[in-house]
């Protein structure tokens, strides 16, 4: 469709997991709990912290299976980084959702 040999569901997956910084945000400022920059920072970095901690996980078992196995669990298609374009799109995930949350607050 894009003119790619690669698969692009796990991108889009990423992409999709990242959208939970929204209700992570909208949480915090409907309980008041924090000014909205905060929440936001929060937000972001909470799945920025999700996406390294699942790569980690990834990277461990795909170690501890090792060979065919391993290559075979991770994915990664032969691409060498992998792992950081999967941090990235849960990041612009997580920026667009909290993009759209700012805009939605400040239209009233």
């Known amino acids: 469709m894009i003119g790619s040999t690669r698969n692009?569901?796990?991108?889009?997956?990423?992409?999709?997991i990242g959208l939970y910084a929204y209700p992570i945000a909208e949480w915090l400022l409907r309980k008041q709990q924090t000014k909205p920059w905060l929440a936001y920072s929060f937000a972001l970095f909470s799945l920025m912290s999700l996406a390294a901690a699942y790569e980690i996980?990834?990277?461990?078992?795909?170690?501890?299976?090792?060979?065919?196995e391993g290559i075979a669990f991770?994915?990664?298609?032969?691409?060498?980084?992998?792992?950081?374009?999967?941090?990235l799109c849960d990041t612009l995930g997580a920026i667009t959702a909290l993009c759209l949350l700012a805009w939605q607050r400040a239209r009233g």
């Open 8 to 16: 692009q569901f796990d991108r889009v997956a990423h992409f999709s």
């Open 57 to 68: 996980i990834e990277w461990w078992y795909a170690a501890l299976a090792g060979g065919e």
């Open 74 to 87: 991770l994915g990664s298609q032969g691409d060498i980084w992998d792992a950081q374009k999967d941090m």
